[in-house]
């Protein structure tokens, strides 16, 4: 009963992570399904313009949000020691993928409705991090420091989560008038990647001092 218990309590923050990846998956399929024959229009004709960057951005991140998060199951990883590390070697490029194509879409696709410069720099500022973040845990691993492997990589994937957040903060931020819509936008979709970086920095915090 008490392995029972213990191995469910285990699959807890997995299967919060999938239920948070649920709107953004679900939103890149639909936007995969516009490019396929929908309809253009002002909101979307940057991507018929140049497809090939958002196809790679939603089919990496759909898999990095997705597979990562078996990589908090720790049941998981010890009944299948192998598993993290041939996880870990398509969660990297997957990772990187998603980073750079947002990286290029945000400097190279015309902003659309509603967005702003503002918004333009938080996109740049924490689609960087999330490359930078990347990069370094494989370093890390490469060196065998376990510890700082986990640290970088939670930071990465805490960023590369945040469409999930932000359906939330956009939602509660529809509550809170403001006179500039651009400016609402950019403060509750940052919010949307400040959450979850200070959730993942306040878990190795805690992981550090235990």
Known sequence: MTVTSSSRAGWLVPSALIVLSVVPVIGGAVRLTDLTG??????????????????????????????????????????????????GRVLIPCGLVAALSGLWMNLFYALPPGDGPLLFG???????????????????????????????????????????TQALTLTLGALVPMASAELHRALFMGAGWMINVLVAEWIIRRRVSS
């Open 38 to 87: 929908g309809e253009v229009t002002p909101e979307n004709v940057r991507f018929f313009a140049s497809p090939l960057p958002v196809v790679l951005h939603i089919f990496a991140a759909t898999t990095y949000s997705l597979l990562g998060a078996f990589q908090f199951a720790p049941g998981l990883r010890r009944r299948r020691p192998g598993w993290h590390r041939a996880a």
């Open 122 to 164: 938080v996109r740049l500022v924490f689609g960087s991090a999330m490359a930078v973040s990347i990069v370094l845990g494989l370093a890390a691993i490469r060196r065998r420091d376990i510890a700082r492997h986990r640290a970088w990589m939670m930071r990465g994937y805490a960023i590369g989560l945040g469409a999930g």
